[in-house]
């Protein structure tokens, strides 16, 4: 595509739990606070860039001003972009457009910057003087999008129960998952939290207002000890089905970002000449209306057939799972085994802001691209309205001439 992430040039706050330390934080201020310094802490140049998109899902007030308001906070008052919402799969659409604008040649450096805050959402009212009474209608931004699809008339709970039944999936295989995983993101904290230091900025928390900060939040907030025998101890959450709460994510707060570049500018910003990350292809797809959790691996297909590859040819794969179900879904459809996907953790995990949820993943999938050597690397995940979307990116590391761990 001739788009490329330049390495280094990327960050995730921490995520915070449901109601946590950054429940009060307006979700944008916040971002351009983390993503200006992010940026200048890893030498970039925000003067370089010509593009920006802002990725949000939840409104918070002002966010009708959108990427404007944000570059302007930042900085970068000249630069203009749109706002993009697609929920879970924000990020990657994003990084498509991106991607696309870079290729075309229409923009030289692209923005992007993830944002959301699933504690405190709005509360909207739409007046509807034809009503009974007079009255209009109240939506509870996001609990009520979370247990209602307008269109498959099911809760985000009813499409894992469905996937869980399409594919004979158990309560103790989701939960052997659900541990596997926690496994693995203790991985990302060993050796005082070295993987994630290698990306992860600190997010300064402060009052409603910003104007006192309170403390500073370094670690993902929230993550839930789970053992094997913490999860036999759950039910399933309806009534004679499969899904625990342990088998799901959690909601939470946070926000990342990254730039997209072309091969050249890459090269001249990265932290590590030597490293080149490259975008290779997206896929995007759509599954019968209640069956969300299946929808990453159609997606993935199509984003390994756009870059020309094969499920042969990857050698990470990282996932959005709202479900555990999600995984197993795909380790079927592929034969890629869920024991080797998310190695470092996932959103079932560090849980699930929505916007920068597949952004972080990513930025993950690069940093463990780069410990194996190299090699390429998968992202698919689900999104609302049953859909899915992928990407397909590859790390190349000069800097060695040993062949990338399988």
């Not at 403390?215 to 399933?236: M, R, V, W, Y």
């Not at 209306?289 to 299946?294: C, I, K, S």
């Amino acid at each position: 595509m001739n788009a490329f992430i330049p390495y280094g040039i990327y960050w995730s706050s921490p995520f915070a739990k449901w109601q946590g330390s950054l429940a009060n934080l307006n979700a944008l201020p916040l971002a351009a606070t983390v993503g200006k310094q992010a940026l200048a802490a890893r030498g970039y140049d925000l003067a370089a860039v010509d593009l920006a998109i802002l990725g949000i899902t939840n409104p918070q007030k002002g966010s009708f001003y959108g990427l404007p308001w944000v570059t302007g906070m930042m900085g970068i008052d000249r630069v203009a972009g749109p706002t993009v919402q697609q929920a879970c799969a924000t990020s990657v659409r994003a990084l498509q457009m991106a991607a696309q604008e870079v290729a075309c040649g229409t923009a030289t450096s692209a923005l992007l910057v993830m944002a959301d805050r699933q504690s405190n959402g709005p509360v909207v009212y739409y007046p509807d003087s034809s009503g009974t009474g007079g009255y209009g209608i109240t939506e509870h931004w996001v609990p009520d999008n979370m247990g209602h699809d307008p269109y498959a008339k099911n809760p985000m709970l009813q499409t894992g129960e469905n996937v869980a039944a399409r594919y004979g999936i158990t309560t103790e295989e989701q939960h052997a998952l659900k541990l596997h995983r926690y496994t693995q993101y203790q991985a990302a904290l060993a050796d005082d939290r070295a993987f994630q230091k290698r990306y992860m900025a600190d997010v300064p928390v402060t009052d409603s207002k910003f104007r006192k900060q309170t403390g500073t939040l370094s670690a993902d907030e929230g993550i839930f000890p789970t053992t094997a025998e913490g999860l036999a101890k759950l039910k399933p959450v309806k009534e004679g089905g499969t899904v625990t709460f342990g088998g799901q994510t959690h909601p939470a707060d946070g926000n990342a970002g990254a730039i997209v570049t072309t091969r050249d500018r890459a090269r001249a910003a990265s932290i590590d000449v030597g490293i080149e990350v490259e975008i290779l292809g997206f896929g995007m797809s759509r599954v019968e209306a209640g069956f969300m959790p299946m929808a990453p691996s159609p997606a993935a297909f199509n984003a390994l057939q756009h870059a020309g590859l094969s499920i042969a040819d990857v050698h990470a794969i990282k996932t959005h799972n709202p479900f555990a179900v999600n995984d197993i879904a795909l380790a079927r459809d592929t034969g890629f085994a869920w024991e080797r996907m998310n190695n470092y953790g996932s959103s079932i995990i560090w849980g699930h802001p929505q916007a920068p949820t597949g952004m972080r993943a990513i930025i993950e999938l690069i940093e463990e691209l780069v410990l194996r050597g190299g090699g390429v690397g998968l992202f698919t995940g689900c999104a609302a309205g049953d859909t899915g979307y992928a990407t397909v990116l590859r790390v190349t590391d000069s800097r060695s001439s040993t062949t990338p761990k399988a």
